[in-house]
């Protein structure tokens, strides 16, 4: 089901490094139900742009602590500018005197907010000003979908918005790119929150560059269940490579959607592959146990733990170990990260309900300082070797198209469904019967699926 939900940039560029203002209007512009991609503290001009065109944002919201917007928003607009993408809003606030708004505004703000501007009046001018799409809108000529092979930044990030919003269209230009795909390999990094993926990847992609191996990161966070906004902040470890033409970043929202991912993950890391990036990387929300699925999406999956995080029994029950091609043990300087790997380790050694010759290894690393990182990119490597010459990668291949495939059609079914039933007055008879206890949702839901499919 289509909808557009506003995008927003929050950026701290120069050399301050206090961040308690961004995060304060990051979590405004949550609650009032934006996406937020935050991207920390002494960003540059560039960082800020490039961030901006790949994620396909509607406004840059700056945030500066001195005088120093007199420099950084004229920069940041005339890369814009430069870019073909000064249709994205720019607004500035922070220790701002009154005397200098006119040549803010002036040199590019669309709107310039003093100390004391109450969150609520921020988010009120952006709901005036801005929501709705584009301040000024972005409408390449031709299809997107040829603008993304003609290597255009723009234009894939915002086909990528399209399909994430669920624009009819977009599954259009998809179509258009699909003989194009299938070369990328992908890896999955799942686990729970706090386990460092993002770290992780940030010294993954390092490695893959330096095989100039081109990288897209595919990097997912929760909404929030009651605005349904959410603070995307992954790009914060991956700064360095907003810059680098051969990396591209992609923040989601879940928006609902379990597993770990988004609705529209796996059409977005179509897009990617059809630009020719070599290595997709997925990092999923964090939910943990409810990742199991991933494994039948990608080629390759890693499983990152850190010591301390439960039992054994509920690894195996949850079958966590299962969707393993590599297990990691992150932060192994931790009290406890030695006993973690022994024990995972020999977990590995009970049978498996399918017999294989890859068996999962088990690595300590520290993101922080790359320690294991090198033996981590070579397992990576190596199970992408195994797949190759097993003959396996063919086989996984088509199962995980028949998993796109099936989570699409659920999708789009499901919404059709619900869409045409709450048009129907039956809809509301139903709430009624279950409130009254008359039915329940398992049978209501399984006599309208035999009406609509006898």
């Known amino acids: 089901?289509?909808?557009?939900?506003?995008?927003?940039?929050?950026?701290?560029?120069?050399?301050?490094?206090?961040?308690?203002?961004?995060?304060?209007?990051?979590?405004?512009?949550r609650d009032a139900g934006f996406e937020v991609i935050y991207l920390g503290v002494r960003q540059t001009p560039e960082q800020i742009v490039s961030s901006a065109i790949q994620e396909d944002v509607d406004l840059i919201a700056l945030s500066i602590l001195s005088d120093a917007y007199h420099t950084h928003l004229p920069a940041v607009n005339e890369l814009l500018k430069q870019r073909k993408s000064q249709d994205i809003a720019v607004i500035v606030g922070g220790v701002i005197a009154e005397a200098d708004v006119p040549a803010l505004k002036q040199a590019g703000a669309r709107g310039v907010f003093t100390p004391g501007t109450p969150t609520d009046a921020i988010v009120a001018w952006i709901h005036e000003n801005v929501t709705g799409g584009r301040a000024y809108g972005y409408a390449p000529p031709g299809s997107l979908a040829q603008h993304v092979l003609e290597g255009d930044l723009r234009g894939a990030g915002r086909l990528m918005r399209d399909l994430d919003d669920g624009l009819p269209d977009a599954i259009d230009q998809l179509q258009l790119l699909h003989p194009h795909t299938g070369n990328a390999h992908l890896v999955a990094v799942a686990g729970p929150a706090g386990a460092g993926k993002s770290t992780l990847i940030d010294r993954l992609v390092a490695a893959y560059r330096e095989k100039d191996l081109l990288v897209g990161v595919v990097a997912i966070s929760p909404s929030s269940s009651r605005s349904g906004g959410a603070i995307l902040g992954d790009r914060i470890r991956l700064n360095r490579y907003d810059d680098d033409a051969g990396v591209f970043v992609r923040s989601l929202a879940t928006r609902g959607a379990k597993g770990g991912v988004s609705r529209s993950t796996w059409e977005v890391v179509g897009v990617l592959d059809a630009m020719g990036m070599d290595v997709i990387i997925i990092e999923t929300a964090g939910c943990g146990h409810d990742e199991v699925e991933i494994h039948d999406r990608v080629h390759t999956t890693v499983l990152v733990t850190i010591p301390g995080l439960g039992d054994d029994v509920e690894a195996m029950e949850a079958g966590l170990l299962e969707m393993g091609d590599i297990l990691v043990v992150n932060k192994a300087d931790l009290a406890g990260a030695d006993a973690a790997i022994r024990e995972l380790a020999a977990m590995l050694e009970l049978p498996q309900a399918e017999a294989s010759a890859w068996r999962p290894p088990v690595l300590g690393t520290q993101g922080t300082d790359g320690a294991g990182i090198e033996q981590l990119f070579s397992a990576l490597e190596s199970h992408r070797e195994y797949l190759k010459v097993s003959g396996a990668l063919q086989q996984r291949n088509r199962e995980r198209l028949a998993g796109v495939f099936a989570d699409a059609l659920r999708d789009r079914l499901l919404d059709r469904v619900l869409g045409a039933l709450k048009q129907d007055r039956r809809y509301r008879q139903l709430l009624d019967d279950l409130q009254k206890g008359s039915t329940d949702p398992s049978t209501a839901a399984r006599e309208l699926a035999e009406r609509a499919f006898p």
């Open 1 to 29: 089901m289509a909808e557009r939900r506003l995008r927003v940039l929050v950026g701290k560029p120069g050399l301050d490094g206090h961040d308690r203002g961004a995060k304060t209007i990051s979590r405004a512009f």
